[in-house]
Nanobody
Framework: QVTLVESGGGLVQAGGALRLSCAAS????????MAWFRQAPGKEREFVAA???????YYASSVKGRFTISTDNAKNTVYLQMNSLKPEDTAVYYC???????????????WGQGTQVTVSS
């Protein structure tokens, strides 16, 4: 069992930055693939970024070059640094974990509660 708790969301102006954190507890964090997804009102949950236990990273095309995913294994925490934010980045952001990387949300067994990110124009 893995418990995930996100933090760091908030309201920011377009062009600004936020850093989301996801603290994990439970099973061996370092052997999991960790991912961020987001869901805007009326839309499906979509892949944002992921990092594997071997530190390979993956990004959605819409965020590549603006967002960076990283981990601190000593703190069992995964981060999402979001720069150059746009109004279309507004969504609830969710942290997810599973044994293998996937960009499909239904492949992940463990989820956090989500944190709201709102980008004003």
């Amino acid at each position: 069992q893995v418990t995930l708790v996100e933090s760091g969301g908030g309201l920011v102006q377009a062009g600004g930055a936020l850093r989301l954190s996801c603290a994990a507890s439970g099973r061996t964090f370092s052997r999991f693939a960790m991912a961020w997804f987001r869901q805007a009102p009326g839309k499906e949950r979509e892949f944002v970024a992921a990092i594997t236990w071997s530190s390979s990273t993956y990004y959605a095309s819409s965020v590549k070059g603006r967002f960076t995913i990283s981990t601190d294994n000593a703190k069992n925490t995964v981060y999402l640094q979001m720069n150059s934010l746009k109004p279309e980045d507004t969504a609830v952001y969710y942290c997810a974990a599973d044994k293998a990387y996937s960009s499909a949300y239904d492949e992940y067994d463990y989820w956090g509660q989500g944190t709201q990110v709102t980008v004003s124009s």
